[in-house]
């Protein structure tokens, strides 16, 4: 079973511009959560979809959006780039919502967005 | 708020030595707890998982107790290897209205030959 697809691998960008990461779950899986990986923050949580609908965010400002397809794939879009957002972005798949307990998340390689 | 504190890195072993990651989590709701592992340039792979109080968790010679008496995890090898040098990541569930995943801050384990 192939696993968590992200694309692109690494984007770089200018501040001011906007982007957009996309995500391939696991086949079955409809959970998909983002996370944004720094040196300094560690991984902290964006936001969880199951089933098309936003079940969770975390504590980002509304630059950071995203939304899933019918198809379980997601796409998360950060608008006016700011260079703290340089980061590894990670998304994340699992069959049920993570709120259930258990249901371990499996991560993509993740997207290196550097901002200039 | 729910959080996780591991053992600050680096941690430096020679080949075939004892592991010890420890891992302590705020004892709020009953949350599931795991390791994950991340080699460089690489994304997060999970390691094991316990899902409630006295779980063991066991994975490539890798084992973590869920302890809810210490609100502990502690991760343990008996032999590490050269192939183990990665940061590893302790996580548990949120509780709550938040329903991801809390990391700890990972610990980086250098293993030499």
């Known amino acids: 079973k192939a696993g968590v697809t992200q694309t692109p691998r690494y984007l770089i960008k200018t501040r001011g511009q906007q982007v957009t990461l996309s995500c391939s779950p696991i086949s079955g899986h409809r959970s998909v959560s983002w996370y944004q990986q720094t040196p300094g923050q560690g991984l902290q949580f964006l936001f969880e979809?199951?089933?098309?609908?936003?079940?969770n965010k975390g504590n980002f400002p509304g630059r950071f959006s995203g939304r899933q397809f019918s198809n379980s794939r997601s796409e998360m879009n950060v608008s006016t780039l700011e260079l703290g957002d340089s980061a590894l972005y990670l998304c994340?798949?699992?069959?049920?919502?993570?709120?259930?307990?258990?249901?371990?998340?499996?991560f993509g390689p993740g997207t290196r967005l550097t901002v200039t | 708020g729910d959080s996780v504190t591991q053992m600050e890195g680096p941690v430096t072993l020679s080949e075939e030595a004892f592991l010890t990651i420890n891992c302590t989590y705020t004892?709020?709701?009953?949350?599931?707890l795991f390791w994950y592992v991340q080699y460089p340039g690489e994304g997060l792979q999970l390691l094991l998982k316990?899902?409630?109080?006295?779980d063991k968790g066991s994975n490539k010679g890798f084992e973590a107790t869920y302890r809810k008496e210490t609100t502990s995890f502690h991760l343990e090898k008996g032999s590490v290897q050269v192939s183990d040098s990665a940061v590893y990541f302790c996580a548990r569930t949120s509780g709550g209205s938040q329903g991801n995943l809390i990391f700890g801050k990972g610990t980086k384990l250098s293993v030499k030959p």
């Open positions: 316990a899902t409630k109080a006295d």
């Open positions: 004892a709020t709701g009953y949350p599931s």
């Open positions: 994340a798949s699992s069959f049920y919502p993570t709120d259930r307990g258990g249901y371990e998340q499996y």
């Open positions: 979809y199951f089933s098309e609908t936003q079940r």
